[in-house]
């Protein structure tokens, strides 16, 4: 069935118990007690010293047992009504039901579950279900209910279908076995599930099972069941009007179980003797469940020892409301089969079930019911937008580019004073209160980020962004950084750029902070510069080829353009620097570092150098490690410190994940073994059963029992370490990941600056452009160690480590 499975647990029940006297006029009531008040029972055998009277002849004399009734000589119609017509009724509340017959053969079990089919007055309990049930469908015309109907049976502890001779059944009897259904119960696969239109297709089912059915007569019953057989009614129910997206499952399962006999008596041999011992067998083992049931401290219920305990699952101990029609031949000779019957009714007594719910919702009808309410409801929208004169207003999730328009809108919201949000629509509202975490957030970061690094965070009014699309850098004043908008670095990975102040460099000058020199080392403006300025404020008017190529940034604002300008004598590189090598400085575009942004080179990195006359222009900037490993120890001391650190808590934080990992292995393979040792060991005794008919758990299983269960906390535990370190793991190996993109900026947000070299692939790698950061710094290290290194196999190691870990990610 297509639908989702949802459920209404209810509380817990004690399984409801009777008793059912079959008439006799040789009622034995001198011994069997009947107590006013119609629930009680006592049994009081008198010793019989000589040991010949037939009897019990043991120490105890009287046994006290209580029931939910007690039914003597009542006829069907008072059992149905006053016990099975309430499952019925709950059985449209969509809860299961089971009505099991139990006792000794002869005892009036089948006339209880099935009747007398030749008087209609005396038929049994399952064609008045059958009969309630298509009555109640009938009263409620709101309801749709379909019926199914199964019937097996559990002959030889074999699980055969009763209804294979029906019109349009299958014959799938050698393929029937039970399977854990989705609510946690068994069901039967390729058990014929028959639909019944109505109570007549029912009554055909019950009655063409009922010729399938295995009997034969013994001296103690005519007719007797030689197997346990189950009628099952399936019910699903859902209303014609609302909610019909909300479907009630229910089932009610009709037992009528073999019983139980004393082969002396019934004197059988042969093929019946053989039968006899397998229905014996199969209710020691439902004796062994209920007994485990009824034990509070036992865990493991030996459901699957038989097919009918089994296929009982969920009616004892499960999701059902149970009842159990113990059914006693009150006659003498029978007394010691009546205690038996008597006390396992009364162990049943302490059994108790989880009658729940069963609700499912039909997917499809859900998704129908939401979309005519979202049909609804944005008619009404429109409604009221057209009143309000907003008909322009949108509901559709935002696209990627309107968000980076949104932050856009919010970064000149933080940057001027006088900036308004213009508010549309209630998504709007909501990103841009996402917008503006997304900011704080990284603000937060960054100024942690500076206090740890023990540098005054108003000294830092840019800032390195994570991505673009996520961030925009984030002017802390107006006038102390250079934003570059993310769509100016439409061809970068990494995301937009502040240039970040060191020491010294970058002071507060003419309302600049980005790459100025302190004012004491700049040089006195050379008519070169004059020149510059000109030619700068050419540019900055109309953006030139050379200034897309360079990936100046035409999104840069007005004032902030103006100033750049006014403050830093930027050269254009054709007029400044034609010869030098900077004049091949990204002439080709692509070959611009993936996380550097295009931004104002020529604003920063070579105005820079051609404001700082002092020093001498380097014409061939060092090789990029071995600046690199300077920077480490210099300027990028504090990143590296850090990253170091981290990568330690790594190192760290991964020993830990796999001593957990390892503990945890070590407990599934103890859990394993113990297993394989409770199987062989219930696969011995289960052997010894069939030559015993006795089950009994000896110390050694107990002990293993015990020891299975400690093992399973045990393994829970451990599992939650593991995945708490796991946590730390990853949590790391993130900071570490941080650090060292922060790092590689930094370090080439400083090679620029300081060599004029834009470009983070230039001289290292051709592909620069299609390569990340991590990638970067990857190929660094490479370079580092082949350079460096004395051992070549550091090289081969590290090749192998990275080729690893993509295939691993
Ligand atoms: N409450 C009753 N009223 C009238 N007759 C009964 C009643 N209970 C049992 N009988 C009769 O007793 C006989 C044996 O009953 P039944 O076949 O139902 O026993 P059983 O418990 O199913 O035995 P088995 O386990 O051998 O199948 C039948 O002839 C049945 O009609």
């Known amino acids: 069935m297509n639908s989702s499975y949802g459920s209404g647990v209810g509380p817990q029940r004690n399984i409801r118990v009777v008793l059912r006297t079959r008439p006799t006029a040789e009622f034995a009531g001198d011994i069997i007690k009947l107590q006013p008040g119609g629930k009680s029972v006592n049994i009081h055998i008198p010793k019989d010293p000589t040991g010949e009277g037939g009897h019990i002849n043991n120490k105890q004399e009287n046994w006290d047992f209580r029931f939910d009734n007690v039914y003597h000589n009542v006829g069907q119609e008072t059992l149905y009504d006053e ?6 009724k709950g059985m449209f509340q969509g809860l299961n039901g089971t009505i099991m017959a139990y006792g000794q053969t002869g005892a009036g079990k089948t006339f209880t579950m099935a009747g007398a089919t030749e008087n209609y007055k005396h038929r049994g309990l399952i064609p008045r279900v059958i009969s309630q049930v298509f009555k109640e469908i009938s009263e409620k015309p709101q309801m749709a209910a379909t019926v199914w109907v199964s019937y097996l049976e559990i002959y030889q502890e074999q699980i055969v279908d009763l209804l294979t001779t029906v019109d349009g059944a299958e014959d799938s009897t050698s393929a029937l076995i039970v399977v854990d259904d989705k609510s946690g119960g068994a069901s039967v696969r390729g058990l014929n599930l028959m639909i019944a239109n109505n109570e007549e297709d029912a009554l055909n089912y019950l009655f063409e099972g009922e010729t399938n059915k295995s009997i034969s007569e013994h001296q103690m019953n005519k007719v007797s069941s030689r197997s346990h057989c189950i009628f099952t009614l399936h019910i699903e129910a859902r209303s014609r009007q609302e909610n019909s997206e909300k ?31 397998y229905i014996n067998k199969s209710l ?10 009824a034990d509070r401290r036992r865990e493991h219920i030996p459901y699957r020892q038989s097919k009918l ?12 409301n149970t009842l159990v029609i113990a059914c006693i031949w009150g006659e003498r000779q029978h007394i010691e089969e009546t205690v038996s019957t008597l006390r396992f009714a009364s162990r049943m007594m302490c059994v108790t079930n989880t009658p729940t719910v069963n609700v499912q919702y039909d997917p499809m009808a859900l998704i129908k019911k939401y979309e005519k309410e979202v049909k609804d409801l944005r008619q009404e929208l429109a409604m009221h937008d057209t009143l309000a004169n907003r008909s322009h207003a949108q509901y559709e999730p935002m696209s990627e580019s309107q968000k980076f328009e949104l932050q856009k809108q919010v970064k000149n919201y933080l940057d001027h004073d006088n900036e308004d949000l213009e508010i549309a629509s209630l998504r709007q509202i909501k990103e841009t209160y996402a917008q503006f975490r997304v900011l704080y957030k990284y603000l937060e970061a960054e100024l942690e980020d500076l206090k740890r690094s023990g540098r005054d965070p108003r000294m830092h009014g840019g800032v390195l962004m994570p991505t673009t699309t996520q961030v925009l850098p984030v002017d802390k004043s107006s006038s102390t950084s250079l934003s570059v908008s993310a769509s100016d670095t439409a061809t970068t990975k990494a995301g937009a750029l502040d240039l970040e102040k060191d020491e010294g460099v970058g002071e507060l000058e003419g309302g600049f902070a980005i790459g100025l020199m302190p004012s004491s080392a700049r040089p006195q403006p050379s008519k070169v510069g004059a020149k510059d300025i000109k030619s700068s404020d050419k540019i900055k008017k109309k953006p030139t080829k050379t200034d897309k190529r360079l990936g100046s940034n035409p999104t840069l604002s007005e004032p902030q353009s103006r100033q750049l300008n006014n403050d830093i004598p930027a050269l254009a590189i054709e007029t400044v620097l034609p010869s030098s090598p900077r004049a091949s400085f990204p002439n080709d575009s692509t070959l611009l570092p993936t996380s550097l942004p295009p931004l104002s080179s020529k604003g920063t990195a070579l105005s820079t150098r051609a404001s700082n006359a002092d020093q001498p222009v380097t014409l061939s900037p060092p090789p990029r490690s071995e600046e690199f490993e300077s920077f480490k120890k210099g300027k990028g001391a504090e990143t590296s410190k850090i990253l170091t650190e981290n990568k330690v808590a790594l190192c760290e934080k991964r020993r830990l994940a796999k001593e957990a990992a390892e503990a945890v292995n070590e407990t599934k393979r103890e859990i394993d073994d113990v297993r394989d040792i409770l199987e062989r060991k219930s696969m011995e005794l289960n052997a010894a059963v069939a030559d015993t008919g006795n089950r009994i758990i000896d110390e050694e299983e107990h002990k293993l029992l015990d020891r299975l269960k400690f093992l399973k906390g045990q393994y829970r535990e451990r599992y939650a370490t593991l995945r708490e370190a796991r946590g730390e793991v990853d949590y790391c190996d993130r900071l570490v990941d941080q650090c060292r993109r922060k790092l590689i900026q930094e370090f080439e947000q400083h090679y620029a600056v300081t060599f004029g070299v834009a470009s983070v692939g230039a001289g290292l790698v051709g592909e620069e452009d299609i390569l990340d950061v991590a990638e970067k710094f990857e190929i660094m290290q490479l370079q580092r160690m082949s350079q460096e290194e004395a051992e070549p196999s550091a090289v081969t190691f590290f090749n192998a480590r990275r080729k690893l870990k993509k295939r691993v990610t």
């Open 309 to 320: 305990t089994n296929v009982l699952r969920d009616s004892l101990g499960g999701n059902c």
């Open 83 to 88: 016990c099975a017509a309430p499952l019925v």
């Open 247 to 277: 479907v009630l499952y229910s089932k009610m399962n009709l037992v009528d179980l073999a019983g139980s006999e004393r082969i002396s008596k019934t004197q059988t041999t042969g093929t019946s003797l053989r039968e006899a011992m």
């Open 284 to 293: 020691t083992f439902l004796e062994q469940v209920v007994i485990a049931l």
